[in-house]
């Protein structure tokens, strides 16, 4: 009896050491290395976190596992597509830079009348301003540049001045010498001889107007771009003149370079010779006044112009 007990209290003390052999190994082995028919099932539920599984790595044959983190895919939605709209891009545009003469003739203060070509009439009048002077020491160091030094005065250039404009614009015939209108007569010999020589018959036609420059009808007989005039004083008139007609707008009225008396001393500049609506405006209806008879005045006998009636 004593001997059953003592073998009792043994396999009592045996089963006690199994059970908690058994409790330690269910708390210490990791879950992944409990068979699954004695893992409890709180292992299995959702809310448990296992810990991060080593795997040996296939591709590099290494004793050192490799760490595997699995991942939680996210869905992201795709961006809609835009349609490409190409922009439309202006092609660069180039502005051209108009010349003085290009600009009266848009706006109407240059139209082509007459014998001459846009062009032709377009250097006239851009010509002509190359020949202008403001004051009367300018105007007299322009004539000597014209004419010769002691030659220059502004009260004598109109000649040299008028041919030197038509010259230098391609209009007359090369190797004129402006010299040769200086104080130019067209009733003597040489002063014809020099007009001949300028304005040569086969080409040019010239036309004498005996009415007085301020009574002439100018839109039945109107002057032309690149017309030579010269006026005649006749009696009541203390000079003559010579000029060329640089540029003609759209009302008719005309224009010229020419040196004048400017109250102060001759100057050269641009002036309007005539209006044809209104007799009482341009240097015309001035030069033919009777206050200025005795320092000033031309045009009592009319003019005789040589206009281009062919083409060289």
């Known amino acids: 009896m004593p001997r059953d007990i003592k073998y009792l209290f043994i396999g009592l003390v045996m089963g006690g050491a199994l059970f908690f052999l058994l409790v330690a190994i269910f708390f210490l082995a990791a879950p992944g290395d409990i068979p699954a028919e004695l893992r409890p099932a709180l292992l299995d539920t959702p809310t448990f976190t296992a810990r991060p599984v080593f795997i040996a790595s296939q591709e590099i044959p290494s004793a050192t596992p490799t760490l595997r983190v699995e991942s939680t895919a996210t869905f992201t939605q795709p961006p809609t597509p835009v349609p490409f709209t190409p922009t439309e891009t202006s092609s660069p545009t180039v502005t051209a830079t108009l010349s003085p003469g290009a600009i009266l003739l848009l706006r109407g203060d240059l139209v082509i009348r007459g014998p001459r070509t846009e062009a032709e009439l377009i250097r006239l009048y851009e010509t002509s301003l190359a020949f202008t002077a403001g004051t009367f020491s300018d105007a007299r160091r322009l004539g000597e540049r014209i004419n010769g030094k002691g ?162």
């Open 151 to 312: 030659y220059g005065s502004p009260t004598l250039i109109c000649g040299p001045l008028s041919i030197s404009i038509l010259s230098e614009a391609g209009l007359v015939r090369g190797g004129l010498v402006p010299y040769n209108f200086w104080l130019l007569n067209p009733d003597d010999a040489p002063g014809r001889a020099a007009l001949a020589t300028a304005f040569p018959s086969a080409q040019y036609g010239n036309m004498r107007i005996r009415t007085r420059i301020d009574q002439i009808n100018w839109n039945a007989s109107p002057l032309l771009p690149g017309d030579f005039v010269y006026i005649y004083a006749g009696n009541g008139g203390n000079f003559e003149h010579m000029l060329v007609v640089n540029r003609v707008d759209s009302a008719g009225r005309a224009y010229s370079v020419t040196n004048y008396n400017a109250g102060d001393g001759f100057v050269i500049l641009e002036v309007m010779l005539y209006d044809p609506s209104d007799p009482n405006i341009g240097m015309f209806h001035e030069w033919t006044k009777k206050q200025w008879q005795a320092t000033g005045s031309t045009g009592y006998d009319g003019l005789e112009v040589w206009r281009l009636i062919a083409t060289p």
